[in-house]
């Protein structure tokens, strides 16, 4: 394989990742995964959540596809790799910058930082499976049009009679 194969196929693999976190989110963690991702939208002081087992199982994947590469289908190698660069970003964006789950702490102030943990925190602006918004975990949308959004899905929620 040519070093421009490989690399396009790790910056291809943790682009897509965005896509593939995006829908992960938002209909397997706010869908038959809740019961895992529950907790992650509850306040509370545990080191770890039950959340953290889609880490497991997510990363078994990719070590999976990690293996293969290595024994029987390179490709697939370089595409574990662009899911584990990914993931890395992930975790420090997420639970570093967002979460504060690290002993180091940063508060941005402005700029697309800022923006991402706004949108992030309007995402936990609920507790519940229905009505979040912003199910990515890179790309952040305008705030104030997830303000917006949020609004109309809690008024939809409670003609419905469901708050």
């Not at 070093?3 to 829908?23: P, R």
């Not at 979460?99 to 943990?117: A, D, E, I, S, T």
Request: proline share 4%.
């Amino acid at each position: 394989m040519s070093l421009w194969l490989k690399i396009s196929l790790i910056v291809g693999s943790a682009c897509f990742m965005e896509a593939f976190a995006w829908w992960a989110h938002k209909y397997i963690m706010h869908g038959w995964g809740w019961n895992w991702h529950a907790d992650h939208h509850e306040p509370h002081d545990k080191t770890f959540e039950k959340n953290d087992l889609f880490v497991v199982v997510f990363g078994s994947f990719t070590a999976a596809l990690i293996m293969i590469g290595i024994e029987w289908f390179e490709p697939l190698y370089y595409v574990g790799l662009g899911i584990t660069l990914y993931g890395i970003m992930y975790s420090f964006v997420h639970d570093g910058l967002v979460h504060q789950r690290y002993p180091f702490h940063w508060f941005p102030k402005r700029g697309y930082w800022k923006r991402l943990v706004q949108a992030h925190k309007l995402h936990h602006a609920t507790t519940c499976k229905e009505g979040a918004v912003s199910f990515g975990f890179v790309l952040a949308p305008d705030p104030q049009k997830l303000r917006v959004r949020l609004r109309e899905l809690k008024e939809r929620r409670r003609a419905a009679g469901s708050l």
